[in-house]
């Protein structure tokens, strides 16, 4: 079995750039809710890989702080990341809007 390369810079660049301007609402929900960081107030996404994600949250009082998501399988495009984390939104809320 071969293994995937990264994302292209570009890949990347796009979809971080997407993530943050037009979904840190979910950035902010990956590190709540699947990092448990309950007391985070912002997020950006700082980097993809196809085997995780890096998020740096601020708390409420103001700590700044990384938090690496590891995804369960190497995701295989930018299309199945876009998916993906798209699911693990809905999974965690009813709201498609994120």
Request: with cysteine; aromatic share 8%.
């Amino acid at each position: 079995m071969s293994q995937l390369s990264d994302f292209t810079i570009e890949e990347k660049t796009r979809m971080i750039e997407h993530m943050n301007d037009d979904h840190s609402d979910a950035c902010l929900l990956y590190v709540q809710h699947y990092g448990e960081h309950i007391d985070a107030v912002n997020a950006k996404m700082i980097n993809i890989t196809r085997v995780q994600m890096d998020i740096e949250a601020v708390r409420s009082d103001g700590d700044v702080f990384n938090y690496t998501y590891e995804f369960e399988a190497p995701l295989k495009s930018v299309e199945h990341a876009a998916k993906h984390l798209a699911e693990m939104v809905y999974s965690v809320t009813d709201n498609k809007q994120l």
